[in-house]
């Protein structure tokens, strides 16, 4: 039996769709996987192809090819352990000195 290294990170290829809303009410971008491709904590995805920019008013799709490199045992296992404290940068807390009650 062979054993996986807790370091060894594996790369697959795979075909995916991109979708950007550049409107007023969303400004978003998304990549869809084929296939029913997951990305778990530590992944990391590259989608290749030229740059787009998507004029305002407007939502287009693209069809690219992407790049997944699957985080080691130990990567996911720290992403996971820190990912909460990373969380905690994100948030914003307001102090008053005016007490409610």
């Known amino acids: 039996m062979k054993l996986k290294s807790p370091f060894r990170r594996q790369r697959i290829e795979v075909p995916c769709t991109v979708e950007i809303n550049n409107t007023f009410d969303s400004l978003a971008a998304h990549v869809r996987f084929d296939g029913g491709v997951v990305?778990?904590?530590?992944?990391?995805v590259l989608v290749h192809g030229a740059p787009v920019a998507v004029p305002y008013g407007q939502a287009q799709t693209f069809r690219r090819?992407?790049?997944?490199?699957?985080?080691?045992?130990?990567?996911?296992?720290?992403?996971?352990?820190?990912g909460?404290?990373?969380?905690?940068?994100?948030c914003e807390f307001s102090f008053s000195e005016r007490a409610t009650l």
């Not at 790049?67 to 720290?78: C, G, N, P, V």
């Not at 909460?84 to 994100?90: I, R, S, T, V, W």
């Open 39 to 44: 990305v778990h904590p530590g992944d990391e």
């Open 65 to 82: 090819n992407a790049t997944i490199t699957r985080a080691s045992r130990l990567e996911r296992a720290w992403t996971r352990a820190t």
């Open 84 to 90: 909460d404290l990373e969380f905690m940068e994100l």
